[in-house]
Structure formats: C-alpha cells, structure tokens
C-alpha cells in the first residue's frame, strides 16, 4: 500500500508543480516575505567572510542571489512604501518616515492585499510597513495597514529580561541616543526578533494548506545594536577590523553624506568605538539570521518549499564606517544596493546573479508567481526571467532617489559598470564600478560622455516633485 502511495505521489508531484499561466488560478503559491531592517547587502565579502550568517546561506543554496538589487529610496519607510506599492519614491511621493503610505495613496492596493483580496490568508510579524504611530493602537494599526494589506498584524517588545544589558554602552557619549550597543541577558525570545520568527513559526503550522502571505519583518541589525549575549561572543573583541577610506578619497558634495550632529558625532569616534559598533552590528546580523533559520526549519517541517514562493530582503543598505558614515540615506552604492534573495517554486537553487534588478520588480514578481494581475501600472518588471536564468537581463539601469529638504534632492542611476548621481543643485558624482567599487573616486569631470547619456536615462524615469 505504502509502495503505491509513494509512486502516485511521484506522479503526481511533477504534474502539481508545474508553472501555471497567469490567470489560470490553478496554482496558488503561499508567499513568505522575510525583511530585515538595516540589513546591507551580503551579496559580496561581508557576510561570506566576515559576519556569520549560515541561515542566509542555507537560503542561498535554495534560491537566487541577486548581487545588484537596488532600492528606489534608501530610508526605511520610502522604501517599504515603494516595495509594496510596486511604484518609485516619485510616485508614492513618500520621502519621509513620518508620511503615511494612505496618506497619500489612500486607494492604493499594496502587495499582500493584492493577495489577501484574492483569496489568500495575510498575516505580518514584526516591521513590514515601517512601524509609526508611537503607543496609540489605532495609529500603529494604521501604520501596519491593519484590513486593508493583512487580516492582522502586531509588533514586538523585548522582555524585561531582554531589556537588562550585560555589557554595552553609547559609543557617542549618549550625543546620538541611538548609537547604542548592548550585550542582552536572557534568550532570542527575550528580543522582538526571537517572538516575531515564534509567531510566523506558529502561523505557518497553524494555517495547513490555506494559500498565506506572511510577512516576517526581523528588527535587527537596525540600532540600538542589541542582541543576546551570546551573537556577540561569536566575534572576539578584536578580530573584526573597522573600514578605513583610502587616503585618495575624493570628496563628496556635502549633501551626499557626512551631514549634520551624525558627522559631528561620527567625527569624534576612535578605532575602539568603530571596532565596537562593527562587532554589534555583526551580532545583530547573526542573531536575525538565526532566527531566519527557525522560520527556513518550519518550511522544511512542513514540506513547504515546493508551493512558497520565499524572499528575504533588506529594506536599504547600510554604511558602517564608509566616508565616515554609519546609517543609510545617502545616494552610494553601500546605501543603495541591499539584500535580496528569491527561492521560488520550480526554479533552481544556488543561482547567483549579477543583474541589475530593483525592489519595485518584486511587486510585479509576486503577481507573475500568484497568477493574480497588476492593479496598476507597475514601475517594474517580474523576475522570472532572471529566475529561470541568472545571466538574463530585465533591465539595464536602477534607480535610486533622496530628498534633502524641500529645496535639494539627488538622484542616482546604477548601470553595469558605472554610477552617476545628479543633484538638484547641478552637483555631479560618477563612479566606474570596474575600477572602483568602493566609490572612492569621482571620475565625472574625465568622463562627460558617460554622464551626458546617464543624465539623459534619469529621464527615462518620473520625475521628482517635492511637496506633493
Ligand atoms: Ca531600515
């Protein structure tokens, strides 16, 4: 009895999994969207040799890897605004952490809901949307999106145990009260992150076969730099080295980077404080991807992998140490280009991918795999291409906008080999990624054909208009 079942379930199984058409309805993957908060990319050296993130890898060799995937604006919420619109910060108009997505698009049909509308159960843990709205429960539920993106969705506080810190302090002096790191006593529960990947364990096995979109939005390694003591152990005091600018470095305008009490504060640090925030924000890194890796057991426990489509993303990059700089918000490629890797149903594992993809194509990426139509016009394109082959290309540039006030903005497009920032105020930056990945010199002024054709693609984008 037991030898038949098996040989229909292998008949079966092949029939079950193959691709659907658009439409057809057929097929109804679940989506499992994991975002990490702060998180830069580690397409590259960073996470394969320096910080210890074996869950990330385990996903790897399950999915795609994309090595250039480029957010449309590099703060948390424009950023989660755009991706779950499926439009650019210039059609959101969102380039704060303080406008509400349905503030200015109230009518919008955001990404889960595309989902949630059509059938499927949508759930989110953690940080998704970015998490507004302070302690006022109808804020924060307004934030989240609660009815119209999910059927529910809650946030997390560490435990008081969680909140005691064994070792820590503020490598500032407390002038920027977030730049605090801290050894935790007690467990990964006693932490946000620890409960958000408990409740999205919980609801997967809870929901059985029902299609679901889940958000699990993990917290770290966004500040204050805190994880349970026991991340910060993986790394010796001093085994990790802070970055240095080579001596050549060319200056930037004062708008892309090093601004404001941050510089000032930055500017103070010695080779002990950097050593120490590095070695956090690697904790931290290593403390979510563990709790990444309860989630990636639970898709194995429940045979998951083949009816799931899995994204992990970040929400933006993240500069530690590079031009002085620790946080995101500037135009370079550390603050641009952030995690994003893809295991789809029916596409191979262990794929690596050199291209130049944006955050906006997830959108349109999901709705291909859901076999569900784009309710608008989508700013990007499916992925599917590039699943089925990591060499092909949808694109052959990527976007990225910041805002400085109502009166200067920069835009920057990424291309194979270059990246060229235009700002409002006619202040060029151009960098050759064959020569320099780091981006330490601008090499506009010895390359006017190069930035006449990118000033003309940035074009080929909507343009940017403050205060709409
Ligand atoms: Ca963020």
Same mark, same amino acid.
């Given at each position: ?36 908060? *702060?998180?830069? *990319? ?5 996470? $394969? ?110 435990? $008081? ?26 467990? &990964? ?58 001596? &050549? ?95 789809? #149903? ?14 906006? &194509? ?48 920069? $835009? ?21 990624? &064959? $020569?320099? @990945? ?24 909507? @343009?940017?208009? #403050?205060?709409?």
């Amino acid at each position: 009895m037991k030898t038949i079942h098996l040989f229909l379930a292998g008949l079966l199984f092949p029939l079950a999994a193959m691709p659907t058409a658009a439409g057809e309805g057929a097929s109804k993957p679940n989506v499992l969207l994991i975002m990490a908060d *702060d998180l830069r *990319d580690y397409g590259g050296a960073f996470t $394969r040799d320096v910080v210890k993130t074996p869950n990330l890898d385990r996903l790897r060799a399950r999915g795609t890897t994309f090595e250039r995937a480029y957010v449309q604006y590099p703060v948390c919420n424009p950023s989660r605004c755009s991706m779950m619109a499926g439009l650019r910060a210039e059609q959101t108009g969102i380039v704060n952490n303080t406008d509400l997505l349905r503030s200015k698009m109230p009518g919008i049909v955001t990404l889960p809901q595309l989902c949630k509308d059509a059938g499927w159960q949508a759930h989110a843990f953690g940080k998704i949307y970015h998490l507004g709205g302070g302690k006022d429960a109808a804020e924060k539920a307004k934030w989240a999106d609660v009815g119209r993106s999910w059927h529910s969705a809650r946030d997390y506080r560490a435990t $008081r145990t969680g909140g005691k810190l064994i070792e820590g302090r503020n490598v500032t002096g407390g002038e920027l009260d977030w730049c605090a790191w801290g050894a935790a006593d007690g467990g &990964d529960d006693d932490q946000p992150d620890g409960q958000i990947a408990a409740a999205t364990v919980a609801m997967i096995g809870q929901l059985g076969d029902k299609p679901w979109f889940i958000g699990c939005g993990f917290m770290k390694p966004h500040d204050p730099f805190i994880a349970p003591k026991k991340y910060f152990d993986l790394y010796p005091p001093d085994s990790l080295k802070p970055w240095r600018d080579p001596a &050549d470095l060319t200056p930037a305008p004062p708008q892309a980077v090093g601004f404001g009490a941050y510089a000032e504060a930055f500017a103070k640090l010695n080779d002990q404080d950097w050593r120490e925030l590095f070695r956090a924000y690697c904790a931290g890194t290593s403390f979510m991807d563990a709790q990444l890796g309860r989630v990636l057991d639970a898709l194995d426990k429940h045979r998951l992998w083949d009816k799931t489509l899995v994204i992990v993303v970040g929400d933006h990059g993240y500069h530690t140490g590079e031009r002085k700089w620790w946080n995101k918000n500037t135009l370079f490629e550390r603050s641009c280009r952030a995690p994003l890797i893809i295991a789809a #149903p029916g596409m191979k594992g262990g794929q690596v991918s050199r291209s130049l993809v944006e955050f906006v &194509d997830l959108y349109p990426t999901v709705a291909d795999f859901c076999g569900l139509e784009m309710p608008h016009a989508a700013a990007g394109k499916s992925l599917r291409p590039v699943l089925e082959d990591p060499a092909a290309a949808i694109k052959d540039a990527a976007f990225t906008l910041v805002a400085r006030g109502p009166k200067l903005h920069g $835009r920057s497009v990424r291309s194979a080999r270059w990246r060229f920032t235009l700002w409002s105020d006619g202040q060029t930056e151009l960098y050759d990624h &064959d $020569r320099d @990945p780091e981006e330490n010199h601008n090499v506009a002024k010895a390359n006017p054909e190069v930035v006449a054709a990118l000033g003309e693609k940035l074009k080929s984008v909507p @343009p940017y208009e #403050p205060g709409r």
